[in-house]
T-cell receptor, first 116, second 110 residues
């Protein structure tokens, strides 16, 4: 059973460009979460999605950031007009269920975004 | 929103010494999970505790969930260099999504 896949693993963008980060959840998982991790810091929740629905985007910046999880294909985190402060590791996690039932989250290897 | 606090933020121990990290919430948790992230790696699920006062062991690691289900601890006996990394607790408040603690970074002095 393949784990959570993320690509690219490393992404370099210049200021003002767009960054697209992709996440394919584990087979059988319909819940996807995106986290951002700055160097030497903890995990910051960004957004939680199910297929075709954004469930919770309370951690997502209001501008330039968007996320989707279409019926077919991977979940995508999109950052428009990147700035240096967007440089971070972005982790995707997936789970089979969600909520208080104990949704173990399985993390992908992350995408390291560097903005020049 | 609900928060899960973790202490200490950093811990440096001599190889062979014990290590403990603590996780606290002001509100009762439905359950608590622990994850480990190696340097340069991604978080990996270690264990889940559900019952009040529950204790689980994985080799040299002992996990506890407090009686009031508001705190938890992870204790590592006789640390080894392979234990290096950041340990995160994560809890559920009711049926809400998982909330991660701030993490404790463990470094081992050989």
């Amino acid at each position: 059973n393949a784990g959570v896949m993320q690509n690219p693993r490393h992404l370099v963008r210049r200021r003002g460009q767009e960054a697209r980060l992709r996440c394919s959840p584990m087979k059988g998982h319909s819940h996807v979460y995106w986290y951002r991790q700055l160097p030497e810091e903890g995990l910051k929740f960004m957004v939680y999605l199910q297929k075709e629905n954004i469930i919770d985007e309370s951690g997502m910046p209001k501008e330039r950031f968007s996320a989707e999880f279409p019926k077919e294909g991977p979940s995508i985190l999109r950052i428009q007009q990147v700035v240096r402060g967007d440089s971070a590791a972005y982790f995707c996690a997936s789970s089979r269920i969600s909520g208080g039932g104990g949704d173990t989250q399985y993390f992908g290897p992350g995408t390291r975004l560097t903005v020049l | 929103g609900q928060q899960v606090m973790q202490i200490p933020q950093y811990q440096h121990v001599q190889e062979g010494e014990d290590f403990t990290t603590y996780c606290n919430s002001s509100t009762t948790l439905s359950n608590i999970q622990w994850y480990k992230q190696r340097p340069g790696g991604h978080p990996v699920f270690l264990i889940q505790l559900v019952k009040s006062g529950e204790v689980k062991k994985q080799k040299r690691l002992t996990f506890q969930f407090g009686e009031a289900k508001k705190n938890s601890s992870l204790h590592i006996t006789a640390t080894q260099t392979t234990d290096v990394g950041t340990y995160f607790c994560a809890g559920h408040f009711g049926n809400e999504k998982l909330t991660f603690g701030t993490g404790t970074r463990l470094t081992i002095i050989p």
